[in-house]
């Protein structure tokens, strides 16, 4: 798909930008170090394409084609070993036939994420803990741990979250988009604060997770939410998938203070790829508008069949030929937050969160294939070998096993 010479000019306007484009290749000693390396993205929101009629993640795929990011073959590709598999849950209402819906939603959602690793055990392995991360990758197979984006689920029993533990989860975010039981959101559409940081119920889900083991996870909660898990939380604290407010002012983001408090704690940043965070973009009402509404049949639409998912597609693709995205953040702006995160707290306190089927991916990275420009990137920035490791996976594991030792404390 990037010989251009041989594409009609009909079937490039559909194309994003950067597939007409070259991409850069790594060099063969930057690939080889790369695949050597223990690689773990801590946010993968690829759990949503398993229920997908159809697709299966032992088939290669192209993101200019269904949109995915993940699959085992682009994994082998890309250098990806495995990685923190979300169980993401949208915000719905916050009432008791809310959380009932989100509750099952979850469950089955994570046993979508397990049936994963049961049908094919030559190539998946679930991970529990910390250190079970680099025999599996050894033997040749993906890393799968579970995570909770969203804790809305839970409803009002924290102690629901013991079952998500025994289903695997080991990663926790408190709220999404808006604010919910547990926590205000960074985004919430009202735009002011509801609880100031955690709810009560909130300071109880806390206390839940560092009982368990499960690290408390700040991406997409407010700042306030951040400076009470950092001041009630006995173990470290992970921003899964988050930038820097520095590099660009968005309430997703965080600030150099915020970055300071969190090392402080022996916590991690993971970097995430989702454009809106990175940079402004030209505005383009057109495209988001009809982005929107294609979004909200999706929504609507929980169970899919092959035929409407393909018509779906289909509509998706017009929207790019009709109102292509000309301003997409790169490569460069997703370096740009994760060279000044390094720079402000050092290489023990930075990760990969790139948010890959989640709306992560930018112009030059486009999927999991394109991660070795990563290492070649750190390289370049003057990190060694043992940096760019811990990068990629010792700091989150680090944190994880941090959270481990403090269980029950
Ligand atoms: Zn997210």
Avoid at 280 to 301: I, M, T, V, Y
Avoid at 306 to 333: C, G, H, N, S, V
Avoid at 352 to 372: Q, R, T
Wanted: aromatic letters at 6%.
């Amino acid at each position: 798909m990037r010989t251009g010479l041989m594409m009609g000019a009909a079937l490039m306007a559909l194309l994003p930008l950067t597939a007409q484009a070259e991409a850069p290749v790594v060099t063969k000693q930057v690939y080889q170090l790369h695949q050597k390396l223990l690689t773990l993205d801590s946010h993968l929101d690829t759990p949503a394409s398993l229920d997908l009629p159809g697709w299966s993640i032992e088939e290669g795929h192209e993101v200019h084609g269904d949109y995915t990011q993940v699959d085992l073959p682009r994994m082998k590709k890309g250098g990806l070993d495995g990685g923190f598999w979300a169980i993401y849950t949208g915000q719905g209402p916050v009432t008791v036939e809310g959380f009932r819906k989100a509750r099952d939603f979850a469950i089955l959602r994570g046993l979508s994420i397990r049936n994963m690793v049961a049908a094919d055990p030559a190539n998946f392995a679930l991970a529990l803990e910390a250190k079970d991360a680099a025999p599996i990758a050894a033997a040749g197979k993906r890393v799968v741990y579970l995570s909770i984006e969203n804790a809305y689920p839970l409803g009002e029993d924290v102690t629901l979250l013991k079952t998500f533990y025994d289903i695997g989860v080991r990663v926790s975010g408190f709220a999404h988009f808006a604010h919910n039981q547990f926590a205000d959101s960074s985004t919430d559409p009202s735009g002011k604060p509801r609880f100031g940081g955690l709810s009560p119920l909130g300071k109880e889900l806390l206390k839940e997770m560092n009982r368990l083991g499960i690290v408390p996870d700040a991406s997409h909660s407010s700042d306030q939410v951040l400076d009470d898990l950092l001041a009630l939380s006995t173990t470290p604290i992970l921003l899964t998938h988050s930038g820097c407010k520095a590099v660009y002012g968005h309430p997703r983001n965080i600030d150099d203070d915020h970055l300071k408090a969190l090392a402080a704690k022996g916590g991690v940043i993971q970097m995430n790829a989702y454009g809106t965070y990175l940079r402004a973009s030209k505005p383009n009402p057109q495209r988001q508008e009809a982005l929107k509404a294609l979004f909200g049949q999706l929504r609507e639409d929980a169970k899919l069949s092959p035929e409407k998912r393909a018509e779906l597609l289909a509509k998706r693709q017009e929207i790019d030929r009709l109102y292509p995205d000309t301003d997409r953040p790169t490569f460069d702006d997703f370096m740009a937050h994760m060279l000044h995160a390094l720079k402000v707290v050092g290489p023990d306190h930075v990760g990969v969160g790139a948010d890959w089927d989640g709306g992560g991916g930018v112009v030059g990275m486009e999927d999991v294939v394109d991660l070795p420009k990563i290492t070649a990137a750190l390289l370049k920035a003057g990190y060694s070998e043992a940096d760019i490791q811990k990068i990629w996976s010792g700091n989150v594991l680090r944190v994880l096993a941090a959270n481990e030792a403090g269980k029950g404390k």
